[in-house]
């Protein structure tokens, strides 16, 4: 069975830091791309980063890039968000998504996604 696990969210002042967790089981790691995408209220899912399976290959949406470092340790299965200098516009709900050898490059589409974490709300607020 399948699932992914976010964990390491929370409420954080603006300008703080947070590492989002994503702990994959039921396949392999090292055969699957990993995207983070998040969802701010009243708006649409939106691609953060991803993070390629083969080679490590990352890329970084503008609005988070030079903030945000995506990571993988696929011996442990799994996947790290390390979030600095968060700003309000960064609160939503944080999901991770993974699918097989897929090409780590935009536009980051949700739909391309087949396994999804039941994702986690960051909160950026004073």
């Known amino acids: 069975q399948v699932q992914l696990v976010e964990s390491g969210g929370g409420l954080v002042q603006p300008g703080g830091s947070l590492r989002l967790s994503c702990a994959v089981s039921?396949?392999?790691?090292?055969?699957?791309?990993i995207v983070w995408f998040r969802q701010a209220p009243g708006k649409e899912r939106e691609g953060v980063s991803c993070?390629?399976?083969?080679?490590?290959?990352?890329y970084y949406e503008d609005p988070v890039k030079g903030r945000f470092t995506i990571s993988r340790n696929n011996a442990e299965n799994m996947v790290y968000l390390q979030m600095n200098d968060l700003k309000a516009e960064d609160t939503g709900v944080y999901y991770c998504?993974?699918?097989?050898?897929?090409?780590?490059?935009?536009?980051?589409?949700?739909?391309?996604?087949?396994?999804w974490g039941q994702g986690i709300q960051v909160t950026v607020s004073s």
């Open positions: 998504a993974g699918e097989e050898s897929l090409l780590c490059s935009p536009p980051l589409v949700d739909a391309q996604y087949d396994y």
């Open positions: 039921g396949f392999t790691l090292d055969y699957y791309t």
């Open positions: 993070i390629s399976n083969h080679d490590g290959a990352t």
